[in-house]
C-alpha cells in the first residue's frame, strides 16, 4: 500500500524560507520520478517541481530561483526546499511519485506565507 506523509509547512513570513519533505512507502522510491504539487484555496492543484530517478529536476515558472527539489533515495523521501517565499506561495502541498493512474493523495502539508 503505497503510503506519502508530508511534512514541514508552517507559518512563514515573505521571505522566509521552509523546507518540506515527504517520506514514501509501498513502492521502490529509486525507480520513480517524483513531483510536488500545491493547491490554494478557490484554486486547481498545480505541479511545482518534479525531479527525475537520475536527480534531473524542473520547476513551475512562478518557483523557478526560488524553490529546489531533491530526493534521498536512502531515506524513500524527496524534499522540497523553499526560499524567499511569497504570499502567491501559501497553499496545501502535496508529493506525489510520476506515474499512471496516480496513487491516492496524503494528507499534504499547508504553507501560510503571511506578515
Known amino acids: 500500500q503505497v503510503q506519502l506523509v508530508e511534512s514541514g509547512g508552517g507559518l512563514v513570513q515573505p521571505g522566509g524560507s521552509l523546507r518540506l519533505s515527504c517520506a514514501v512507502s509501498g513502492f521502490t522510491f529509486s525507480r520513480y520520478a517524483m513531483r510536488w504539487y500545491r493547491q490554494a484555496p478557490g484554486k486547481q492543484r498545480e505541479q511545482v517541481a518534479s525531479i527525475t530517478i537520475g536527480g534531473s529536476t524542473s520547476y513551475a515558472d512562478s518557483v523557478k530561483g526560488r524553490f529546489t527539489i531533491s530526493r534521498d533515495n536512502a531515506k524513500n523521501t524527496v524534499y522540497l526546499q523553499m526560499n524567499s517565499l511569497k504570499p502567491e506561495d501559501t497553499a496545501h502541498y502535496y508529493c506525489?511519485?510520476?506515474?499512471?493512474?496516480?496513487?491516492?493523495w496524503g494528507q499534504g502539508t499547508q504553507v501560510t506565507v503571511s506578515s
Open positions: 506525489n511519485r510520476v506515474t499512471y493512474p496516480m496513487d491516492s
